[in-house]
DNA sequence: CTGTTAGCGCTTTCAG
DNA sequence: CTGAAAGCGCTAACAG
């Protein structure tokens, strides 16, 4: 940045201006720094400039989730880029891996690189120790999962609701003895949602953790299936077609999935808004980055039902 | 920092060299020092520290997809991770939408942000203009498309070899009139090397770019199909099933898909490894930053066959 | 409208 | 082993 002073016969100061296009400075002086720095092929460092900066803000967010390589959390990412990218705020991501210890890492790793913000797929139950940081200014939003120590704003899915809506709609096609198939309790918030949703909706509950298959070829076999999370539904589905129940036990799934619509019978699900996660998390970061400080605010997104045919099939009575 | 040392009753550097691990630190004063920035709260300024480094390293990189929420970019974000969070780098990741404009205000983003690297899947042609960074120690690597106007590392699925296996795989059963269906010609890379490695294997070429509709409504039917693209064979799949044809024609798709091993019949893909690709380009790029100074290297990953039915139909005479 | 100057938070010689 | 001091690249008063 000196070179580029010296070279276009200014100072320092002239060169941050036009740098950052503060107004008051001569075009002609301007015309003249814009070529220093094309030939120079000066970089400007944004970084340095953050640390003097009155605001201190680096335009910069930290993003952690269970796992970015998996589309629901990529969803989620591409969700927060969009809002970031208005602002010309660019994202750092990271996976925790459901380990508390590494999402700590993690946190610490991009809170000393200076961010702006954080927004949190939580993994640790306690985060008590981002008070500090929430009171020195940083942004901080939780989504998919509530933070349980600090209070902070939040944006969820509808879990609870979707997965009676599920059943509802189980329901609805004559159906009374519906079982739910999920993850094992592991203390996931939303696992205990959906479960929840399906208890409320549901007269005599029939839950079931692990393999389906016993209770498929079993006596009193469910006329149809609520699956609770992504994988179970694939691992449900390969059950069921080798069984031949495909068209026998009506199936509503949690979370939409490709091909969903190719299979046959075409998987009814339960689809949530990964997308919508992401941009109102960020929207949620930005607006307190912008000065409100009101009290933590928790944004819930609804789900959709996606008719396809496996949740339609009728109660064979 | 300041506050720390005075709470210590240390200078500085002392706390500098607790901070950093450098070793010559009498335990005692480290001691200390730490109960100092317990209670204060401290949290220690990585990017500040950059600044002055001798080296100039920040421990963070910088990745360029087309978008960070397709699940193909995200595996290599994930693969990248992998290898940079061995040494605490931390990555920046950010979608150029397949726009060279946006791709080069993402590049300047990060790299204003003082990145020590940047691993790019590239949309614009040019990337004459990183030649500087490059000189100025900057890591670069180039993932699932080469570079064209800068030697730079980069690594590659081996997409012609995996089409020309896609087809081979259908002529070994039997089959000869096989056509391909993928993406209209839209420059990409891969999408041209698809379509080669197709025409390597196949003796009498028969490449549709839309609709495959009317071809397999037609006369003189393809006995089989090597379908190019992941969109492409979801979009192909469903006009299978709408025909009915999906047991009397054979296919194979390039990418595995979620349910490719639900549907009926099964769908036979050649698969390529975006984890590996993401792994390799850290490699690449680290190997570079720790001093590898050779000339440009090309790592290219082959793909694998997995059978599942759809690709083992014979062909009927 | 432009330049001078102080200093952001840190690391690193260099002396002790 | 520790401290004093210089300075990384930049922005923000402030004075012209």
């Not at 380990?99 to 993994?123: A, Q, S």
């Amino acid at each position: 940045m000196k070179d580029v002073a010296s070279m276009a016969g200014v100072s320092l100061s002239t060169v941050s201006r036009v740098v950052n296009g503060s107004p008051p400075v001569d075009p002609e002086l301007a015309a003249k720094v814009e070529r220093a720095i094309e030939l120079l092929g000066y970089r400007h460092n944004h970084t340095a400039g953050t640390l003097r900066r009155a605001s201190g803000l680096s335009s910069t967010i930290g993003l952690i989730f269970d796992d970015v390589g998996n589309p629901f959390f990529a969803a989620i990412h591409r969700g927060v880029e969009e809002v970031a990218r208005e602002r010309s705020v660019v994202t750092f991501a990271g996976s925790s891996d459901a380990d508390p210890e590494r999402e700590r890492e993690l946190v610490e790793g991009v809170l000393g690189r200076r961010v702006d913000g954080l927004i949190l797929v939580p993994t640790a139950h306690d985060h008590s120790y981002l008070k500090r940081d929430v009171a020195a200014g940083i942004g901080l939003v939780f989504v998919d999962r509530p933070p349980e120590t600090i209070d902070a704003d939040h944006v969820l899915t509808d879990n609870r609701g979707g997965a009676r809506a599920a059943v509802e709609h189980l329901r609805a096609h004559g159906h009374e003895r519906i079982a739910f198939v999920g993850p094992a309790p592991n203390g996931l918030y939303t696992a205990a949602e959906r479960l929840a949703g399906y208890l409320d909706a549901v007269a005599e509950p029939l839950v079931v953790h692990d393999d389906v298959e016993p209770l498929l070829t079993g006596p009193d076999r469910p006329t149809a299936l609520f699956t609770a999370q992504n994988l179970v539904t694939i691992e449900v589905l390969r059950t069921l077609h080798r069984l031949g129940l495909q068209d026998t036990v009506a199936h509503v799934g949690f979370d939409d999935i490709v091909l969903a619509g190719s299979i046959e019978p075409a998987l009814t699900v339960v689809a949530q808004d990964a997308l919508g996660l992401g941009r109102a998390a960020a929207e949620l970061l930005f607006s307190r980055l912008d000065g409100f400080n009101g009290r933590a605010r928790q944004v819930v997104l609804p789900t959709r039902v996606i008719e396809r045919g496996s949740g339609e099939l009728q109660a064979s009575s």
